[in-house]
């Protein structure tokens, strides 16, 4: 990869600056990288290209994809419901069918914290049951509402059609590059990893305020982290309630990883991309950038640990483009507060119109 010397950080945000970040962006074959900061703030550690992140929710473009190649595999199709693939288990959400899972109209809520529940932790506790045994907060594709809850069920849906657990079945799928590059706590994360946040702090403030969704759940006594998380889940219901990559976070890789994600989801991006509802297609988010002068759509996903990946494919008058972003965004040398938060998608659109800036003749220097 071509590196670059690019600002990545605006130091004189108003809101909370990540101590580091690494993009690389692919124009047609071309890698560019740059990188900038910290990686880990006490003891310092400089952020490197080599660097692996937690993805967080990234982790649910891996989803897709996997359910993409079942698709094209001929396992499953797109309006194959729950009830055909997981039986009664499925309950009040048998209609569902695999593509309002995908695009978040499945009527699940958006988020509870599973592993506060009566045997969380325990060998046997079975997060999907939990889930599936929620009254649907609304019928099957009436209403647009992202939802973790319902991409952890369509790695159950995953499972099921391959007879393998979720992280070994996607590992499976996607093939030997996608087991190169990514990886799990569970299987272990190789280093050096960027430090993601202090503990817990963030999801003990949701339990704890019921914001921005209201829990039925008491955190006192839980069992919190509260030291800086690095090689492990950040996402408390991966890692506490699943202990491995679950279908809506957990998965681990680096910039070079990320692009070979992109490469991949290149392939397919338009497909996903169709009849978007508020920027959510099958999977990915939809977005419009400009890019050497242009205007083009990017599809992709971002993470809430400071993660985005996204692709706009070749045109007659342009290249494919693959973007990535990578950074710590939650790390701090105290907990930060969920309102002091950079926005993941002002941090990548910021790189990406530097890169713009520093690679093209036509830039306007917005993304």
């Given at each position: 990869?071509?590196?670059l ?11 909370h ?29 400089p ?8 993805l ?24 194959t ?43 046997g ?7 599936l ?8 594709d ?104 679950a279908?809506?976070a ?41 890019w ?56 990548w ?19």
């Amino acid at each position: 990869m071509h590196e670059l010397d690019v600002r990545l950080l605006d130091q004189d945000a108003d809101w909370h600056v990540p101590p580091g970040a690494c993009m690389a962006v692919q124009v047609a074959d071309a890698r560019h990288v740059a990188c900038e900061g910290l990686a880990r703030l006490q003891p310092s550690e400089p952020m490197t290209v080599g660097h692996w992140h937690d993805l967080a929710s990234v982790s649910k473009l891996v989803t897709t994809l996997t359910l993409c190649v079942l698709v094209r595999a001929g396992l499953v199709e797109w309006q194959t419901t729950l009830a055909d693939v997981l039986g009664g288990r499925a309950g009040e959400y048998g209609s569902v069918t695999v593509d309002q899972l995908l695009r978040h109209r499945g009527g699940f809520r958006p988020w509870k914290p599973l592993y506060l529940e009566a045997g969380a932790g325990v060998a046997g506790f079975d997060p999907i049951a939990s889930i599936l045994a929620d009254e649907p907060a609304s019928a099957p594709d009436t209403e647009t509402v992202y939802s973790d809850l319902g991409m952890q069920v369509a790695a159950a849906v995953i499972e099921e059609l391959t007879g393998t657990p979720y992280p070994d079945a996607v590992r499976s799928v996607l093939g030997p590059a996608f087991r190169r590059e990514f990886a799990d706590e569970r299987a272990g994360v190789p280093s050096p990893c960027a430090a993601s946040s202090v503990g817990d702090a963030i999801e003990r403030e949701m339990v704890a305020t019921g914001l921005p969704y209201p829990v039925d759940a008491d955190g006192d006594g839980f069992a919190w982290r509260t030291e800086v998380i690095q090689g492990e889940t950040n996402d408390c219901n991966a890692h506490h309630a699943y202990g491995s990559a679950a279908g809506h976070a957990g998965w681990f890789s680096t910039a070079e990883g990320l692009l070979s994600l992109g490469e991949l989801l290149l392939e397919i991006a338009e497909e996903l991309a169709e009849e978007p509802v508020n920027g959510i297609g099958r999977g990915v988010r939809v977005y419009d950038i400009e890019w050497d002068g242009c205007r083009r759509t990017l599809v992709g996903h971002p993470g809430f640990t400071g993660t985005f990946v996204g692709v706009s494919p070749a045109t007659e008058e342009q290249p494919s483009l693959v973007v990535t972003w990578l950074s710590n965004r939650l790390h701090d040398a105290e907990p930060v507060a969920a309102s002091r938060l950079a926005p993941v998608d002002q941090l990548w659109r910021a790189g990406l119109a530097a890169f713009d800036a520093r690679l093209n003749s036509n830039s306007g220097g917005t993304a």
